[in-house]
């Protein structure tokens, strides 16, 4: 009854009863918007980190991620990444790139694990991703690219399905917001899903940009320190809301905000 009743004063206050409500709801849309920009295929995967504990983390059973819906997720356990309750569901194999990584970065809310066409060429050669279209600035000077091969030992496969390939792959990531992961694609993280996942989108373009360029010639002009940005130097909002709005209809786009886009420092005179 106490419960019940603090649920409902909650409820008349505006505050949700769940914390995590909102972190599900974006974790539903971002597989919504990767599957449409076609950066997630049958076997990618998103996860987010609960605001009410953050030894959990949220992510879906074992799914093609076109089809996840609310229902769908699962919570589970920084500390071994597996289920605290698996509601006699099948859960992801890779959830260990995702438990590993919370695990290593306190500061990581989201995680996207993808097999992007257009960054899996540059992790089979020498050539580093680099940042070179203004938008992914978020990019340090050279993305890392993670070798199953190093943390493999005597084991089989590419994918990465234990604590300890998971905890290499951490390794490899260290503090930078993006791996790639030799020929299986490239893992995001983000401090909130929308973060992650407009990283994610950028990480895509750039990628792409960078492979014409080189088509074109291999002395291509790479963005230099100066010219990359910090995260609050960086509207999340716009492209997030612009990604999420081509999954919805036109009742849903009429009633977006339009007055929340802009950054403070953008708006004075210089």
């Known amino acids: 009854m106490v ?24 974790l539903v ?3 919504r918007i990767l599957v449409n920009e076609n950066i ?8 987010v980190r609960s605001a009410r504990d953050p030894n959990v983390f949220f992510m879906p059973r074992a799914m093609p991620p076109s089809l996840v819906a609310q229902d769908d997720i699962l919570a589970l356990r920084v500390a071994d990444s597996q289920p605290v309750d698996p509601k006699g569901r099948r859960v992801n194999g890779e959830r260990y790139i995702h438990g590993e990584i919370y695990k290593a970065r306190p500061d990581v809310i989201s995680v996207i694990h993808s097999h992007s ?9 020498s050539i580093r991703l680099r940042p070179v279209v203004a938008q992914a600035g ?16 005597d084991g ?7 604590s300890a390939r998971g905890a290499a792959l951490a390794r490899t990531l260290s503090s930078y917001p993006a791996a790639l992961m030799r020929g ?23 990628a792409r940009m960078q492979t014409q360029a080189l088509l074109l010639s291999r002395d291509i002009v790479t963005m230099n320190e100066p010219e990359l940005f910090r995260p609050e130097e960086f509207d999340i909002n716009r492209p997030w809301e612009h990604l999420k709005q081509k999954t919805l209809d036109d009742a849903a786009r009429a009633k977006v905000d339009r007055a929340q886009f802009g950054l403070d420092e953008t708006q004075t005179k210089r």
């Open 40 to 47: 997630l295929d049958s076997f990618g995967h998103v996860s």
């Open 156 to 162: 089989r496969g590419m994918q990465v399905t234990d």
């Open 138 to 153: 978020f990019l340090p000077p050279e993305t890392p690219t993670f070798e199953i091969r190093d943390a493999r030992k």
């Open 29 to 31: 849309t971002a597989y």
């Open 184 to 206: 299986h694609g490239e893992v995001v993280v983000g401090s909130s899903v929308k973060q992650a996942v407009v990283y994610a989108v950028y990480v895509d373009i750039n």
């Open 117 to 125: 066409p257009s960054v899996i060429p540059l992790s089979l050669t």
């Open 3 to 26: 419960f019940a009743g603090g649920a409902r004063l909650a409820a008349a206050q505006g505050t949700p009863a769940d914390p995590d409500a909102e972190r599900k709801a974006d």
